[in-house]
């Protein structure tokens, strides 16, 4: 197994206000061909933090990869501290020198003389280019099999760098098969995390050549299967056996895979199956057609709704009943149905739906608590209303009303 | 100044799905008691790699903060290499094992005999209470004022142990003031980063006992303001003296201060002056509604909305002119109005705003590309229309058209 280690530099990554994203993109990265992130360090723009780390990497890993310091100022120092450690000189190359000063030519800008440091490597280094940015990466092997990896700090830059021109170097380095593993995401909605976990116990269990990762967001619950086969091909026979062994388990709570949204997947069925929808929200105040119309051309099925927040906005543009309100109160089971009927009516689509709930703080009380919600779905032939009781603040109270909306809409489709 | 190294452990943080969210809490945290943290280390469930990392902590800083680890399993080894690394012995602490079986008895749960080695502490060790799980964490002093501190992994158990007892501890020790450091974020929107940025240079030139941050977001530009004086009172004073020399700079275009967001400003404001809000969205699908109605309360000032989405939402609800539409489009200028109008009339509120655009990645064409927006604001001698050119994806574009409207209403009600 290849192993790596990774160094984020810059300051700014230790106050708790900055990500360090460029880790995360390699560790997933580096997974997808087979490389086993150990460890991963982040230091300040401090020679003696990155030079401890390095040899802490090199230590451990068969690679390190350091991202940031690599621009023309006296804090950016990876690239000469990687050469240190390395016991390398670097020179001025020319052909890196030209293209700087073509890189300002362009933008009309002199060069300052600061940023021809950007154009010194060692000879044994392969260049790495950097099409967004001044600063090139540096590919540095060592001796033993082992190699620096510099590359800049901004995403954008590192992210096509990695992309484009290291990755392959590895897979030549290492002798490695682009994409070995396989993983997917499986989509769950409706079961909480430990119900999932309990149900995937066995699967779980099992696992030897694949491995599981939970991660509940926003009330979703997504399962990560990585299938770890002796090649690409094996990865892809593993992951389908485990997917479907988990979809089967879970049954209809899985709403998609990977990159799918609920909002995606119910935009689809309601496509295919040529109905139209619209929508009337009060507690959510627009947060499901803010999530239906994530979707582009969206617009196919969705004619629009109504945000009425206020009672009177329930009573004039939907035609619910003032009684209704007086003996029922606006979070009740039946004005989330006059509601829905109210939208569907307005805008003569196949299917209305509404919600109206308590997302607190206030509000609330001991006969309606805050997180007390109804739903309601209505169209030919249906009439469904759905109490549902969230915990959480008032941001996970709407997400998961506007959610679950959507949820209950997409079982009714399928 | 005291120095602080931090130390992840858990091999799920090395896949680049979960977010080690415990050291950005760390730095925050030990950024307000003065304490630098000089770099982070995230390890697997090693125990080579963990006492590596222990140690060149150790070697560079005067405390090393390790989180997660302290579980009953054979994987948690943190705290067991701590001691190994600090040359201490642990015994079984009778209070500790009490506890835990305390824990598990009103859990009615048999505790398994594998969770005994939680309760075991080297002597000269502070056990530090755990209210929300199994696992107590450590504050082990060593020779030189050094100190090894563990706290398990769950955020949820780690940040009220680091707010309760690691902090007095930790003042103690080192002799700290509490919130030495005052720090303020300005938030800004209108203006670009780069435009902020060099409004700012004199600012940040001038730096010595401050120090600046700039990070965009979603279309706002926050300035994370840091002064570090002698003392808090002094930092304070620097603090002040900074924001408002950023605010005359800035100007209107800053909308708050610190968890301030532009609908919470805008809904004040609204609320302030007393006047009534109802909203018309085309591309934005119920965003702006949204975030209105992110602030409690909101409904003392908001009446609600409509989604037109499709143009006969535009024409039926609203009242906007089929020959409008016809001669100028649905996203025009015409349009925007009639929309703001529309709205404001059918609600019977003081203010009506309406936005209308291609929020893409379909839809636009040469004459009116991706990211043209109309935005129409309109009341009692009010009148404005503005036309937007964003650049994003579809929900780039669509956050931003949903925040200038905000802030064109902010402006507006100044």
Redesign the interface.
């Known amino acids: 197994m290849v192993k790596a280690y990774l160094i984020s530099t810059g300051t700014?990554l230790?106050?708790?206000?900055?990500?360090d994203t460029n880790?995360?993109?390699?560790?997933?990265k580096l997974?997808e061909i087979g490389v086993k992130?150990?460890?991963?360090?982040?230091?300040?723009d401090?020679p003696?933090?990155i030079a401890?780390?390095l040899r802490?990497g090199l230590?451990?890993a068969d690679m390190v990869i350091t991202t940031g310091g690599l621009g023309p100022t006296r804090d950016d120092l990876t690239k000469e501290i990687a050469c240190e450690v390395a016991g390398v000189d670097m020179k001025l190359i020319e052909a890196e020198e030209e293209r700087l000063r073509d890189y300002f030519q362009r933008r009309h800008r002199a060069m300052p003389e600061i940023n021809l440091k950007q154009a010194m490597f060692p000879e044994q280094a392969t260049i790495i280019t950097n099409h967004f940015g001044t600063a090139p990466g540096m590919y540095l092997p060592l001796k033993n099999n082992q190699v620096i990896i510099c590359l800049p700090g901004p995403p954008r830059e590192a992210e096509p760098m990695y992309e484009n021109y290291v990755k392959d170097l590895l897979i030549k380095t290492y002798n490695l098969t682009d994409r070995r593993s396989a993983s997917r995401i499986i989509r769950i909605f409706g079961p909480g995390e430990s119900q999932v976990e309990e149900m995937l116990q066995e699967v779980m269990d099992q696992a030897h050549n694949y491995n599981l990762?939970l991660?509940a967001s926003e009330g979703e619950i997504n399962v990560?299967v990585t299938a770890e086969g002796k090649d690409y091909n094996e990865s892809v026979v593993i992951l389908t056996k485990v997917t479907e062994q988990i979809s089967q388990i879970m049954g209809k709570s899985v709403f998609g895979y990977d990159d799918d949204t609920l909002s995606a997947v119910v935009g689809k069925l309601l496509d295919n199956r040529n109905r139209s929808l619209a929508?009337a929200?009060s507690?959510?105040?627009?947060?499901?057609?803010?999530m239906?119309?994530?979707i582009?051309?969206?617009?196919k099925y969705?004619?629009?709704?109504?945000?009425?927040?206020?009672n009177?906005?329930k009573e004039?543009?939907l035609g619910v009943r003032s009684a209704t309100l007086q003996e029922y109160g606006a979070v009740s089971r039946e004005t989330a149905l006059e509601m829905a009927w109210g939208v569907k009516r307005?805008?003569g689509t196949d299917i209305g739906i509404s919600i109206t709930g308590i997302?607190?703080?206030?509000g609330g009380s001991e006969e309606k608590p805050v997180g007390l919600v109804y739903i309601a779905l209505v169209g030919d032939n249906l009439e469904q209303v759905r109490e549902m009781h969230f915990v959480g603040n008032?941001?996970g109270i709407?997400t998961l009303s506007a959610k679950s909306a959507l949820d209950l809409l997409r079982l009714q489709l399928l």
């Open positions: 700014e230790l106050l708790g206000s900055t990500l880790s995360i993109f390699l560790s997933r997974a992130v150990i460890g991963k360090s982040v230091v300040g401090n003696d933090s401890m780390a802490m230590a451990a990762a991660l990560r929508v929200e507690c959510t105040g627009g947060f499901l057609g803010k239906i119309t994530d582009p051309g969206s617009s969705f004619w629009g709704g109504v945000i009425t927040y206020s009177q906005a004039n543009l307005l805008a997302a607190g703080p206030e008032r941001n709407r």
